[in-house]
């Protein structure tokens, strides 16, 4: 089975009322402890690349490791450019091979948004792949643009039509109260995202594939076995994951997932190292966080997204 696009997989999701993971990569255990979860899963899979992956991993390697994994799995999976912030970045992915890209003009005014996202439909689809698009801000870090709360912001429902019909995007990721990174929420708070406002731009598109930026749980038995062996991450909250849930019942048919990675993958290293100390081959401490990547995608999945067998 080749890369295939998001597709047949968002229609597949709006009606059956599930969601697609799409979870980052960066080196090998982590496509290897995604797919070999999606695989006993049964699950569709969007794995996806952030320009900071690309440049630590180089292209050709990135795509090597992903054909690899469908060698392996034969599972669908789609190969998509998270955050791609150029036409040119756009474009380079999908001349190497990507079948999804994300153009995210979000922080620049509707009219730019719109004529970049266009530029970017139209290479796109003349060449097989589709375009998620942006609209509204999100705070937290991606790559190494920094939104600060004050200055993200709810996707305004009224302008998703237009945005739409205008720019031929084929999924569209909104900001509902989600964030980047692993501090979403204050701690002792309790996270509500918007999901009137998720209802109001589904009924405004009404089939249209919703996507969910910023969805980690952050979930705090890792956070505490980070910090049991050594580690210092302050006072981290997550999406509640039971919203997630709600959310991908609904509209959204994609719900992307970097930060509780990196944790699960961080806590299993240092839990690894405290326990071995004398221990130096990199091979004994990268097993077991491929392993935690497994379980958590293996959650993810089944408790989450409501995937499981859809493949
Ligand atoms: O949204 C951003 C993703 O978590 C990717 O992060 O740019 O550090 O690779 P990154
Ligand atoms: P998290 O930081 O919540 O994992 O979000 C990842 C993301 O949105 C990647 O585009
Ligand atoms: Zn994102």
Redesign the pocket.
């Known amino acids: 089975m080749p890369l295939v696009t998001s597709k047949e997989m968002f229609e597949k999701a709006y009606n059956g009322g599930y969601a697609i993971g799409a979870f980052?990569v960066n080196n090998m255990e982590i496509i290897q402890g995604i797919t070999e979860a999606a695989k006993e899963c049964n699950a569709p899979l969007i794995l996806?690349v952030s320009k900071g992956a690309r440049s630590y991993a180089n292209h050709t390697y990135l795509i090597k490791l992903v054909e690899a994994a469908i060698a392996d799995t034969g599972l669908p999976i789609c190969l998509h450019l998270?955050?791609g912030d150029s036409f040119e970045l756009c474009k380079s992915c999908i001349d190497g091979g990507f079948t999804s890209v994300m153009i995210d003009m979000s922080s620049k005014p509707f009219a730019e948004n719109i004529a970049i996202t266009r530029q970017v439909v139209e290479y796109a689809h003349d060449h097989g792949v589709v375009v998620e698009a942006e609209l509204g801000t999100l705070a937290?870090i991606?790559d190494e643009v920094v939104v600060s709360a004050e200055d993200s912001s709810y996707t305004r429902p009224e302008e998703v039509e237009e945005f739409v019909s205008k720019t031929g995007c084929d999924s569209l990721a909104i900001a509902i109260g989600t964030s980047?990174?692993a501090y979403k929420f204050k701690p002792g708070t309790k996270p509500q995202l918007r999901f009137d406002v998720l209802e109001e731009v589904s009924r405004r598109l009404p089939g249209f594939p919703i996507v969910l930026?910023?969805?980690?749980s952050v979930p705090q038995d890792l956070v505490a076995k980070v910090n049991a062996f050594g580690g210092e991450m302050p006072g981290a909250v997550?999406v509640p994951e039971d919203q997630l849930r709600k959310a991908a019942s609904l509209s959204v048919c994609k719900i992307?997932?970097?930060?509780?990675l990196r944790i699960a993958m961080t806590a299993a290293v240092r839990e690894y190292l405290a326990g071995h100390p004398a221990d130096f081959d990199p091979r004994a401490y990268l097993k077991p966080a491929r392993a935690a990547i497994k379980q958590l995608v293996a959650h993810k999945i089944t408790d989450v997204l409501g995937c499981a067998g859809k493949a």
């Open positions: 980052n996806q998270d955050h937290g991606e980047h990174g930026h910023g969805a980690s997550g992307n997932i970097d930060s509780d």
